[in-house]
């Protein structure tokens, strides 16, 4: 700091140059401070308050919202569902992302091509993509409708399938998304490295799991924090695909928010209570795999 | 379908090898040729991939133009999926009317807000900076729906219910660690020597932002300008919770909402063709920014 801070402190006066500072970070200051920090101060209280969607602020009722929010007929089986769906969808995508890395690592006009088509479905936003795999995946307009009659089976039908089916979505959406994180990544690694493992008569195989998983912990660790995070507050995927059915199989924690605060039950205080659940149990969730991901290295 | 297609020449070219191997092994096109043979199942099966990716997307743009019985499009080729769209509730051109305010308001939102605040973070020291940046970051740790619940209470007493407006503030706001992060890096990329010339010369810190370091930042401001467009464009969750009058929804949220409107029957036509007007300019922008938009998720990476 004392360098160069001297060097520019000659050319302005200091004073000066920390309101100019301060002039140009406002409208940023402003909109965090409004839209994020107040927010946040606001979910906190809401939690503790009743707080019916319509009616507004009925004063403090803690831990009445918490209570109320983990009794909730489908908190239990939300959460177990939600974690399912992020172990699924987690694993899949880092699998394939890596896979077709691997895949058009090299630079040619075909591999050029390929990444882009692998990228293209995450231009889409997540709502058109789920709407694109409803009538994909529906009965009557899709293109394998008759595979489904004669087959005697719908995508959306039973638990498992619109599990499966949700998945298959998210890694067509996603897929080129970690695909150019991996690449990253590989290109992060030396090429002497491989060279070395070469000359030492490693194996294709060997050289996979001895050098270039080891050297991607890095990226490997930023791709899980990503996908986790993202797949446990999952919600259009399943808002717009299964509506939560069939039999309720298949809502998310955040569906779970979203349908105590605005349908039916209208309670914007046992939502806000679900919300800083949720808010808490994803820091806890990011430091613990930062932490997994950083022992190992040592 | 271009990789499938020459594969009956290409088959034959592939067996070639074998049939003349002695001849070919020790000339230098016989080792092209068994290349080629050996390539052949990367390529069918990379083609194969490529084209998976590309179905959906190519099969909702047909469906959306062709004879399906329960639509507006009973026989033949045609627009009838578009017209019923057209018509629906406050008619298509409303939603994207609507969808465009919400995102254009959000894209000049955002670069004006992150050009400032990554200037300010890259080229001052005041109190309070470090905290400020990580605070903008910290927006990613929270979710969506914990502080989508506040907004809605808090637009409604600022009077911004109801407003595409309050969407696009909203928007904004989860625009800001990205987007500052990267507009900070992009300052930082540029030497100092050069503002710190033009200051010397008289030039304004203002001055020298617009005559000098806007010109060096405009690929950060692309992606920034790309990726808050996209989000924008593509949100559902915000105008899902903050809107509730049918004129002032976003096109993603009429688009969802039309399915089962009619007398609980799903209008799959409409619905495709709803898809192909949400992915066209998404598409489009993809084709034509592709370097930045890698360079957006790649920065992201280098975060971490």
């Known amino acids: ?298 | 379908m271009a990789v499938v297609s020459p594969s009956t020449p290409a088959a034959t070219g592939g067996t070639r090898p074998a049939g003349d191997a002695p001849a070919g092994r020790t000339g230098r096109r016989g080792v092209n040729v068994a290349g080629i043979a050996l390539r052949m199942p990367y390529w069918v099966f990379t083609g194969a991939l490529g084209l998976i990716f590309l179905a959906p997307l190519v099969w909702t743009a047909v469906a959306s133009v062709s004879p399906q019985a329960g639509t507006n499009q009973v026989e033949g080729w045609g627009f009838g999926n578009y017209e019923t769209l057209a018509n629906y509730q406050a008619g298509v051109w409303r939603y994207l009317f609507n969808s465009a305010f919400v995102s254009l308001l959000t894209v000049a939102l955002t670069l004006v807000i992150s050009l400032f605040g990554g200037y300010a973070f890259a080229r001052f020291r005041f109190p309070g900076r470090n905290f400020l940046f990580l605070l903008t970051l910290a927006i990613l740790m929270v979710p969506y729906a914990t502080l989508l619940i506040p907004l809605y209470v808090l637009l409604n007493e600022v009077g911004l219910e109801n407003s595409l407006v309050g969407v696009a503030l909203v928007l904004t706001m989860f625009q800001l660690p990205f987007s500052t992060f990267l507009m900070r890096i992009s300052f930082e990329a540029v030497p100092r020597e050069l503002d710190e010339a033009a200051t010397v010369d008289g030039c304004s810190t203002w001055g020298a932002l617009w005559r000098v370091l806007l010109p060096a930042v405009k690929p950060g401001l692309i992606t920034v300008g790309l990726f808050s467009f996209l989000a924008a464009w593509n949100d559902f969750m915000a105008p899902l919770i903050l809107i509730n009058d049918t004129e002032r929804m976003t096109l993603p949220l009429a688009v969802s909402n039309l399915r089962g409107q009619v007398q609980g029957v799903v209008d799959y036509g409409a619905t495709e063709a709803g898809v192909v007007i949400l992915a066209l300019p998404c598409i489009v922008l993809f084709l034509l920014l592709q370097r930045h938009y890698v360079r957006g998720f790649m920065s992201g990476a280098l975060k971490g």
């Open chain 1, 1 to 298: 700091m004392s360098d160069s801070a001297a060097t520019r402190g000659r050319a302005r006066p200091r004073g000066r140059h920390a309101l100019l500072g301060w002039l140009y970070a406002t409208p940023t200051a402003v909109f965090v401070v409004a839209l994020f920090v107040v927010p946040l101060g606001l979910v906190v209280k809401m939690s503790v308050s009743r707080w019916p969607l319509l009616a507004g602020d009925q004063g403090l009722n803690a831990p009445d919202n918490f209570e109320k929010a983990v009794d909730h007929r489908f908190f239990t089986d939300s959460v177990v569902f939600t974690i399912k769906y992020t172990v699924l969808a987690t694993v899949l995508l880092l699998v394939l992302g890596l896979g077709l890395a691997l895949l058009v690592q090299e630079s040619s006009r075909w591999n050029n091509l390929l990444r882009a088509s692998f990228l293209i479905p995450s231009a889409l936003g997540l709502a058109s993509a789920s709407l694109l795999f409803y009538v994909f995946y529906s009965p009557f307009a899709s293109p394998l409708a008759p595979v489904m009659e004669s087959w005697g089976f719908t995508f959306l039908g039973s638990p498992t399938a619109a599990l499966l089916s949700t998945t298959f979505l998210i890694v067509w959406r996603y897929a080129g998304f970690y695909m150019v994180l991996m690449l990253v990544g590989l290109q992060g690694i030396p090429g002497d490295v491989f060279e070395a493992a070469r000359s030492d008569g490693a194996t294709r195989w060997q050289t996979f799991w001895r050098v270039t998983l080891p050297l991607m912990r890095p990226t490997l660790a930023l791709t899980t924090v990503l996908c986790v995070t993202g797949s446990l507050l999952a919600f259009e995927q399943f808002y717009i695909l299964t509506k939560g059915g069939p039999d309720n199989s298949t809502i998310t924690v955040v569906q779970l928010i979203y349908q105590v605060a605005f349908q039916g039950q209208n309670d914007l205080g046992v939502a806000a209570a679900i919300s800083v659940i949720v808010l808490v149990a994803l820091v806890v969730i990011n430091a613990l795999q930062l932490r997994a991901f950083r022992s190992e290295e040592s």
